[in-house]
């Protein structure tokens, strides 16, 4: 009897644990089951001003997409990009990470097809050249860690297909264009998360008679960044952080995955005395980790206006808005 209270006891003891232990576990349960089946694939459009242009200028609608991470048979997401062209924008701006498949150029290509036939500027990225691997998910909590690539995509494949459709690749080239009356002068580099940029090809000056005078990059690495406001551009365009991807409420992006600072994970910023920053976080996830948390896949609208003065490029808390919609 004795033996029978002290287990009753016991159990009644660790009943509370037990209950603790499955509500937890019942909780991560569901919360992998949001971010895997229903967040990742919850996709939206934001809408956001920056008063970049030179005074005078009209302003230019710009949809700036990255981070694809294409997967042949991502039917939703397909259909979903296809749908910005309803937006008409003046120009589409592709900060890369399109594919994540060696068969996955088609399904890109027929995505964007109706976009693919306005003005555009691409860069390409790291999943652009080499396929995704799995990886120790802690090892994105480092600055510094030996990068682990796949095999060799078909990235000529995909620059063949913008190119003769009439996107213009920016990596390491200068480049001015005229769309919707603004004159853009505009530059790139390669992937600075492989360290494949080489800054010193497109150094110097923008044409200071642009309108507006727009840098592009993958990953948004501060050296890069510097390089890009002391040569006196107004905007650079990133992408690579997928906005962090797993995020916790009222704290925001655990991670990066790059030199960037968490305050500007995505969305604008200020970078410099009078360059402003905009990063996407991206459409897409790679196939080893399907999940986005607290983090929605994106593209933006950027509506770019004139600054109020000349020097007078306004940073993130001043001259830009914010709003958010959801494209279906």
């Not at 259909?79 to 701006?93: G, I, K, S, T």
């Not at 896949?297 to 919609?325: H, N, Y």
Request: hydrophobic share 40%; aromatic share 6%.
């Amino acid at each position: 009897m004795l033996d029978a209270a002290a287990r009753a006891r016991r159990s009644a003891a660790e009943a509370p644990v037990r209950s603790a232990a499955l509500a937890t576990a019942g909780a991560a349960a569901l919360g992998i089951g949001y971010a895997t089946l229903i967040e990742r694939n919850a996709f939206t459009l934001r809408e956001t001003s920056m008063a970049v242009l030179e005074p005078g200028s009209s302003p230019l609608r710009v949809l700036h997409i990255s981070d694809l991470h294409m997967m042949p048979g991502q039917r939703m997401k397909q259909n979903w990009l296809r749908e910005l062209d309803r937006l008409e924008p003046d120009l589409v701006v592709n900060t890369g990470d399109n594919l994540s498949h060696m068969r996955s150029v088609p399904a890109v290509v027929q995505a964007l097809g109706p976009l693919l036939a306005r003005p555009g500027l691409f860069v390409f990225g790291s999943n652009d050249y080499f396929a995704p691997k799995p990886k120790n998910p802690l090892l994105y909590f480092k600055k510094e860690h030996k990068r682990v690539l796949g095999e060799s995509l078909p990235w000529r494949d995909l620059r063949a297909a913008f190119t003769e459709r009439g996107w213009h690749d920016v990596t390491h080239v200068r480049r001015e264009l005229e769309v919707a009356g603004v004159r853009i002068a505009s530059a790139g580099v390669d992937d600075p998360h492989l360290k494949r940029d080489r800054y010193d090809t497109i150094a110097g000056q923008p044409n200071p008679l642009a309108d507006l005078r727009l840098g592009i990059t993958h990953s948004p690495e501060p050296r890069v960044l510097d390089r890009f406001a002391e040569d006196g551009y107004d905007l650079v365009l990133a992408g690579h952080t997928h906005g962090g991807q797993l995020c916790l409420p009222f704290y925001g992006a655990l991670v990066t995955n790059c030199q960037l600072d968490r305050s500007r994970v995505k969305g604008p910023s200020k970078w410099g005395a009078h360059t402003q920053l905009h990063v996407s976080a991206g459409i897409g996830t790679s196939p080893w980790a399907p999940a986005r948390f607290c983090c929605r896949p994106e593209a933006t609208l950027l509506t770019l206006t004139p600054a109020p003065r000349k020097g007078g490029k306004t940073g993130s808390d001043e001259g830009v808005s914010r709003s958010e919609a959801v494209v279906r």
